[in-house]
């Protein structure tokens, strides 16, 4: 027996995050891609097909997240593989910036 899921991917839009939505896709579930920008979003959605749609999410904003929930309605899965990263060599960053990686998920 096969069920269909409704599945976000916050970070869709490239990379691991636009594998797996490919991949659900592809078995039939209905994906939602999620980047900070709403025209690449859609743009990937529409290259993936099928039931996929794109959404603007920024995961530094709030109300970004707040205006996305209030509008996607029941998701079963989440994949979060976005990250809002300062790229340098470990021994180069600073506390605050490893920190920043971290602080969306608990602000």
């Known amino acids: 027996m096969s069920t269909t899921a409704t599945i ?10 636009r594998a797996i939505a490919e991949q659900a896709a592809a078995r039939g ?3 939602i891609v999620a980047g ?3 025209a690449r979003a859609d743009a ?4 993936i097909g099928r039931s ?20 996607l309605g029941p998701i079963d899965h989440l994949v979060l593989s976005a990250a809002a ?3 340098a060599p470990f021994a ?12 969306k998920f608990w602000g």
């Open 52 to 71: 996929a749609k794109g959404v603007a999410i920024d995961l530094t904003d709030m109300e970004s997240i707040r205006a996305a929930a209030t509008t």
């Open 92 to 103: 180069e960053l600073s506390v605050e910036e490893a920190q920043a990686v971290f602080e």
């Open 85 to 87: 990263l300062t790229y």
């Open 36 to 38: 900070r920008d709403q």
């Open 8 to 17: 976000l991917v916050i970070g869709g839009t490239s990379g691991v995050g």
């Open 29 to 31: 579930d209905v994906v």
């Open 44 to 47: 990937v959605a529409q290259e």
